[in-house]
C-alpha cells in the first residue's frame, strides 16, 4: 500500500475529521483555566486527538459488520478491505496507549482518569446501547462534554468548577441536536444497518419539532456561559449574541422544510456555531 492511500486510510480509520475539533474543545477546556499556551498543553490536546483516533479505530471494529451494511459507510476501512481487522485493532492499540502516555506526560491524573473513562463510555457503553435503543443518543452525547473537562482539569482545574461544569454541558447539550440533525440525513441508512433509530418512534415531523427544541435549548446553554465566567470580554458577549441572534431564525426552517438540503444546511450551521464559540473562548482567555 502507497504511503499516501495508507495515510489516508488511517486518517479514516481514526475518523481524523472528528479527531480535530474533539481536540479543539478540549483545547479550549485547557484554556479555560490556563489562560496561556505551553508545551504541556501540546501534549494534552494531542494526546486527546490520539485517544479520539484510538477510540473512533476499536468503533470502527466494534460496528464493521454493521458498517458494511449502510450506504453511508460501506467504503470505511474494514468493510471496503482496505485494512484488516487485526491491524485495525494494532493501530486502535497504538493511538490509545500513545494519546495516554501524552496525556500523562503532560495533564494529570485526574485528567487521565477522565479520557479513560470516556473511553469506556464510548466504546463500551454508548456503541452497545446504540443497538438496543433509539435513545441512546442521550447518554451518548455526554462523549461531546468530556473532551473540555479533561482540558480543563489536565491544566489544574477542578472538574466541578462552575466554568467547566457550564462549558461541558453546553458540549452536551448540543450533541443531541447535532446526531438528530443526522438522523434525519441518514435515518434510513441506520436502520440498514440494524441499529435502533428515533423514525420508529416518531414521525419525521416531530422529530424536526423536537430537534428544533434542542437547537434552541443549545443556543440558550451558550447565552449563559458568561454568567459562569466562561467569557468575560463584552465585545466577546456581543459577538456570541449576534451569532446566536442570527442562527435562530435559520433553525426555525426546520417547521417547514424538509429536504435534506435544508438538514444538511442547519446540520453545518450548528457546527460552525459550536467552532465560532470555541474560538471566541479562546480569544477571551488568551487577551481579555
Given at each position: 500500500m502507497h504511503t499516501s492511500t495508507k495515510i489516508s486510510t488511517l486518517s479514516e480509520l481514526g475518523k481524523i475529521k472528528i479527531a480535530i475539533p474533539i481536540a479543539i474543545s478540549c483545547f479550549t477546556g485547557y484554556l479555560l483555566y490556563a489562560s496561556e499556551?505551553?508545551?504541556?498543553m501540546a501534549y494534552v490536546v494531542f494526546g486527546i486527538?490520539?485517544?479520539v483516533a484510538g477510540a473512533s479505530a476499536l468503533n470502527h471494529i466494534q460496528e464493521h459488520k454493521k458498517d458494511a451494511l449502510m450506504d453511508r459507510t460501506k467504503f470505511r476501512p474494514i468493510p471496503s478491505g482496505k485494512i484488516s481487522i487485526s491491524e485495525a485493532v494494532k493501530w486502535s492499540v497504538f493511538f490509545l496507549l500513545s494519546g495516554c502516555g501524552l496525556l500523562a506526560l503532560g495533564g494529570t491524573t485526574g485528567s487521565l482518569w477522565l479520557a479513560i473513562f470516556s473511553i469506556f463510555w464510548y466504546n463500551l457503553v454508548y456503541t452497545p446501547?446504540?443497538?438496543?435503543?433509539?435513545f441512546a443518543v442521550v447518554p451518548g452525547a455526554l462523549s461531546g462534554a468530556f473532551p473540555p473537562m479533561i482540558g480543563y482539569v489536565a491544566a489544574g482545574g477542578n472538574f466541578?468548577?462552575?466554568p467547566i461544569l457550564a462549558l461541558s454541558f453546553f458540549f452536551f447539550i448540543g450533541q443531541i441536536p447535532h446526531f438528530w440533525l443526522l438522523l434525519l440525513l441518514y435515518g434510513e441508512d441506520y436502520k440498514k444497518g440494524g441499529f435502533k433509530v428515533l423514525i420508529d418512534v416518531f414521525s419525521v415531523k416531530q422529530i424536526h419539532n423536537i430537534t428544533l427544541i434542542w437547537i434552541l435549548a443549545t443556543i440558550m446553554v451558550a447565552l449563559l456561559l458568561p454568567i459562569f465566567d466562561v467569557l468575560?470580554?463584552?465585545?466577546?458577549?456581543?459577538?456570541?449574541?449576534a451569532m446566536s441572534l442570527f442562527?435562530?431564525?435559520s433553525s426555525f426552517v426546520l417547521l417547514k422544510n424538509y429536504d435534506r438540503t435544508t438538514v444538511r444546511k442547519l446540520f453545518l450551521q450548528l457546527n460552525l456555531y459550536?467552532?465560532?464559540i470555541m474560538i471566541l473562548i479562546s480569544i477571551d482567555k488568551l487577551y481579555f
Amino acid at each position: 500500500m502507497h504511503t499516501s492511500t495508507k495515510i489516508s486510510t488511517l486518517s479514516e480509520l481514526g475518523k481524523i475529521k472528528i479527531a480535530i475539533p474533539i481536540a479543539i474543545s478540549c483545547f479550549t477546556g485547557y484554556l479555560l483555566y490556563a489562560s496561556e499556551f505551553s508545551l504541556d498543553m501540546a501534549y494534552v490536546v494531542f494526546g486527546i486527538f490520539l485517544i479520539v483516533a484510538g477510540a473512533s479505530a476499536l468503533n470502527h471494529i466494534q460496528e464493521h459488520k454493521k458498517d458494511a451494511l449502510m450506504d453511508r459507510t460501506k467504503f470505511r476501512p474494514i468493510p471496503s478491505g482496505k485494512i484488516s481487522i487485526s491491524e485495525a485493532v494494532k493501530w486502535s492499540v497504538f493511538f490509545l496507549l500513545s494519546g495516554c502516555g501524552l496525556l500523562a506526560l503532560g495533564g494529570t491524573t485526574g485528567s487521565l482518569w477522565l479520557a479513560i473513562f470516556s473511553i469506556f463510555w464510548y466504546n463500551l457503553v454508548y456503541t452497545p446501547l446504540k443497538q438496543v435503543s433509539a435513545f441512546a443518543v442521550v447518554p451518548g452525547a455526554l462523549s461531546g462534554a468530556f473532551p473540555p473537562m479533561i482540558g480543563y482539569v489536565a491544566a489544574g482545574g477542578n472538574f466541578l468548577d462552575w466554568p467547566i461544569l457550564a462549558l461541558s454541558f453546553f458540549f452536551f447539550i448540543g450533541q443531541i441536536p447535532h446526531f438528530w440533525l443526522l438522523l434525519l440525513l441518514y435515518g434510513e441508512d441506520y436502520k440498514k444497518g440494524g441499529f435502533k433509530v428515533l423514525i420508529d418512534v416518531f414521525s419525521v415531523k416531530q422529530i424536526h419539532n423536537i430537534t428544533l427544541i434542542w437547537i434552541l435549548a443549545t443556543i440558550m446553554v451558550a447565552l449563559l456561559l458568561p454568567i459562569f465566567d466562561v467569557l468575560s470580554s463584552k465585545v466577546l458577549i456581543w459577538s456570541l449574541l449576534a451569532m446566536s441572534l442570527f442562527i435562530i431564525p435559520s433553525s426555525f426552517v426546520l417547521l417547514k422544510n424538509y429536504d435534506r438540503t435544508t438538514v444538511r444546511k442547519l446540520f453545518l450551521q450548528l457546527n460552525l456555531y459550536f467552532l465560532i464559540i470555541m474560538i471566541l473562548i479562546s480569544i477571551d482567555k488568551l487577551y481579555f
